[in-house]
């Protein structure tokens, strides 16, 4: 019994799947296809029959009795080639397809022929002409479904400068495909017009030849727009205006020529009920793979859309025309993806403002567009080219700058403007112009992997350090002054200095950089006159390089330092300073040992090199080269005054070479070694040394006096070759045991640094020449310590 039963059922299912392929079958073959010419008559000898039938109207009758018969199976009308004149609706219905053969051109008309019927405003409407002719009765997405217009070959839908027509409007209409024709000659209205509508494709097309009418909604291509009953202005019967979106659309591998406006929205839709807000967004808009040539406002303007795609679109323009204002206006719009796209020949490449709208709906509140990390990193990897303005706004604040890494080139004049205009919204660009000028600069030089820097002549005043990064040349020509702003030094983080060499990136991080890992192959060169001027501001600083490789500072004349470095050379390795003149030094609390050039490590304990961007990794200095430079009326001119370590364990400056320099007139010792392995210094001229006094006096109540050269911790130096010429005092000492002074190196343990001079070393040492100095001082003084006076130390005598 339960076989029978089971067989029963199957044969039951058998026959239930077989009457429905069936009446599907049926269904299908009821389909029709008919293929018509300008020379068709309706199928219908109703509209044949009627008064207003005539030579100006057959046409449009024609293919709408076509529509007619289609409306309830469905199926496809084929146009042949040729020109049809259209000067009334026609309603396309549900499961339709018109296909327009090659040559095919459809033409928007006025003239009727008679009184009794008025052309309209539209040529086709995606609703069959049932429902077209009921009473706000169509809403939520009801009219035609699964209906197209397609183009095969060269198709024209020709508007005939009807003023405010419109070609196609798809409204609560879904499965909508208008592919492959030509649109041209609107004169305002738009020739795709999509509100309220579903699943929606737009391809294949181009766009072009229209009249400028005044007005945003007379200026758009295509046009997306939310039904609402304040803002819509279709004017429809049938229409329901029920806040329907728009969602799922696709425009895509279109072209738009000569447009106001290629794509958008003009009005957002946001109402309030029981004090809540509803914002109606368009959502699941696609715009792919377009090319907008010569718009003139802007190819996207969007209104209220939630996460637009918006991907491998080109807008351009060609020759001098005018700039659209943007490649895409976004207003109230949230996430959108913007990624692959080119856009050349505008004002803005990308600009966002609230929605808020004008006339119709004013009275909606406005929204603002949202732009996370992520859009906005997605947009900063368009690629731009001609632009007025360089940056993404977002109502007032700036969200991102575009940059180029092919752009590595610069000259710059005390005119010049930050780079894609950066910083020119700062609070305190007027006062700081020069810093965020050149900054801007420096960071796509850091950008594009480094590039070159011509400064022509000029004085630019300087209020916050510029840092430099890799691979980068600064040439300045004769004439360029840059002078230290301001009465204080310390007015923003890091503002004592005027140059800094390190990543602009990592300026203001913490503990990011540590050995020789920072900015490297870097090169200053002065041409003539060139001055980098301190201008006797408090602690200001020149130059500061710091776990920097690989630098040349050349011709430049350092000016004016009150109490602190010209150029504090830190944890650096492979620099040279050469054919430079250092001049001008202000004496601040009585240490005149500052140096114009300070040769030290990154050591908190000795706390000698204050940026947080450093590991503070006790890296030291190596392979250093000096020569050919002039140091004049300074306090000492090269040298270390804290030393570093390892516990007992002594870290040394490397290599440090000091060559054919000149060293007029100072305060203090010319050349303070601390710590200096392999140490050459030769060559040098050192004239009137200490003519210059302090205020710090000995126990006797008299000026200190001090020697040209003060050696302590020093292993293999080769002092040797040089000129010491109206000296006061000893021309060298060399202490053998010193011990650290710094309270943090102290407490850290430093073990004492002793000095290792071998014999060929002291020989070297005395063949130096001594002139103008009294007898008595003529010798190198060898303390064994430096709480050793130098009346009680070993002298050693120069043997020339």
Same mark, same amino acid.
């Given at each position: ?29 009821? $389909? ?15 509209? #044949? ?6 030579? &100006? ?5 024609? *293919?709408?009795?076509?529509?007619? #018969? ?15 004149? /259209? ?18 051109? /459809?033409?928007?008309?006025? !003239? ?69 024709? #030509? ?12 509100? +309220? ?77 029981? $004090? ?78 609230? !929605? ?99 400064? &022509? ?8 350090? /510029? ?85 040349? /500072? ?65 890296? *030291? ?48 010792? !010319?050349? #303070? ?75 850290? +343990? ?16 005395? &063949? ?33």
């Amino acid at each position: 019994m339960k076989r029978k039963w089971k067989l029963w059922m199957i044969a039951f299912v058998l026959f239930v799947m077989t009457d429905i392929m069936m009446q599907s079958n049926q269904a299908e073959a009821k $389909k029709r296809t008919f293929t018509v010419s300008s020379k068709t008559i309706p199928c219908s000898s109703s509209y #044949r029959q009627k008064p207003y039938y005539n030579k &100006k109207t057959k046409q449009y009758y024609m *293919i709408n009795s076509y529509m007619r #018969r289609l409306s309830t199976t469905g199926g496809t009308l084929k146009l042949k080639k040729g020109t049809y004149k /259209i000067p009334g609706t026609i309603y396309v219905p549900s499961n339709v397809k018109i296909v327009c053969a090659n040559g095919v051109k /459809i033409k928007k008309t006025k !003239a009727t022929g008679t009184k009794k019927v008025k052309s309209t405003k539209f040529l086709f409407q995606m609703i069959s002409e049932e429902k077209a002719s009921g009473k706000q009765n169509t809403g939520k997405y009801a009219a035609s479904k699964n209906a197209s217009i397609q183009g095969n070959g060269k198709v024209i839908f020709d508007m005939g400068n009807v003023n405010g027509a419109t070609a196609v409007f798809v409204g609560h209409a879904s499965g909508i495909t208008v592919s492959g024709v #030509r649109f041209r000659n609107k004169k305002g209205g738009s020739y795709i017009w999509i509100e +309220g509508s579903k699943n929606i494709s737009v391809r294949q097309c181009v766009f072009e030849r229209k009249k400028d009418v005044s007005g945003l909604k007379n200026r758009m291509a295509v046009r997306l727009e939310t039904s609402n009953q304040t803002t819509s202005d279709f004017s429809g019967k049938w229409y329901k205006k029920d806040n329907t979106v728009n969602k799922k659309v696709k425009i895509e591998n279109n072209q738009f020529l000569g447009a106001d406006v290629g794509i958008g929205t003009t009005k957002s839709v946001v109402l309030e009920k029981n $004090k809540q807000t509803k914002e109606y967004y368009q959502k699941s808009i696609t715009i792919a793979a377009n090319t907008f040539t010569n718009t003139k406002k802007a190819p996207i303007y969007a209104v209220l859309w939630k996460k637009p795609t918006i991907k491998k679109n080109v807008v351009k323009r060609n020759g001098a025309e005018k700039r659209a204002s943007a490649g895409m206006l976004g207003f109230g719009v949230e996430e959108p993806s913007f990624t692959a796209n080119q856009i050349s020949g505008c004002s803005y490449a990308v600009k966002f403002d609230r !929605a808020k709208n004008s006339g119709k709906g004013k009275k909606f509140p406005s929204v603002m567009s949202v732009i996370g990390v992520t859009a906005a990193n997605k947009i900063a990897a368009t690629k731009v080219d001609d632009l007025s303005h360089y940056y993404v706004p977002n109502e007032t604040a700036r969200i991102l700058y575009f940059r180029n890494r092919t752009e590595k080139n610069f000259t710059i004049t005390t005119a010049t403007e930050p780079y894609q205009e950066k910083y020119t919204d700062a609070s305190d660009y007027t006062k700081r112009k020069v810093y965020y000028t050149l900054m801007s600069y420096m960071e796509q030089l850091e950008y594009a992997g480094g590039g070159t820097i011509t400064v &022509k002549a000029g004085n630019y005043e300087v209020t916050n350090n /510029i840092c430099i990064p890799s691979n980068v040349t600064i040439r300045m020509e004769n004439g360029v002054t840059f002078t230290k702003k301001g009465t204080t030094a310390t007015d923003i983080c890091y503002a004592k200095s005027i140059f800094t060499i390190v990543p602009p990136s990592k300026d203001g991080t913490v503990k990011t950089i540590s050995g020789y890992n920072g900015s490297h192959d870097v090169k200053i060169i002065g041409t003539g006159m060139v001055r980098m001027n301190c201008a006797n501001v408090k602690n200001c600083m020149a130059l500061v390089m710091g776990h920097a490789r690989n630098i040349t /500072i050349e011709g430049i004349t350092f000016q004016n330092e009150y109490g602190s470095h010209f150029m504090e050379l830190n944890s650096s390795c492979n620099v040279t300073i050469e054919k430079c003149t250092f001049e001008g030094f202000k004496v601040l609390d009585k240490k005149s040992y500052k140096e114009c050039i300070n040769v030290d490590g990154t050591d908190l304990n000795t706390d000698g090199f204050n940026y947080d961007w450093s590991a503070h990794d006790k890296t *030291i200095c190596k392979n250093i080269l000096i020569q050919n430079t002039t140091f004049k009326n300074i306090g000492t001119a090269i040298g270390s005054h804290t030393y570093s370590a390892n516990g007992q364990t002594q870290l040394y400056h490397e290599n440090v070479r000091i060559l054919n320099n000149t060293f007029d007139g100072t305060y203090n010792a !010319a050349i #303070r070694a601390l710590n200096w392995k392999d140490t050459v210094i030769s060559r040098n001229s050192f004239l009137r040394l200490q003519v210059l006094e302090d205020g710090v006096l000995n126990a006797n109540g008299n000026q200190t006096k001090y020697v040209a050269l003060l050696l302590r911790g020093v292993v293999n130096p080769t002092v040797t070759g040089n000129v010491f010429e109206d000296c006061k005092y000893y021309p060298i000492r060399v202490v053998m045991r010193d011990s650290a002074t710094v309270d943090g190196a102290v407490k850290a +343990g430093y073990g004492d640094t002793i000095s290792s001079v071998s014999d060929v070393n002291w020989s070297a040492m005395q &063949k130096n020449t001594v002139t103008n100095v009294a007898e008595k001082y003529q010798k190198i003084v060898v303390r064994e310590n430096n709480d050793q006076s130098d009346s009680d130390a070993e002298k050693k005598a120069f043997l020339q």
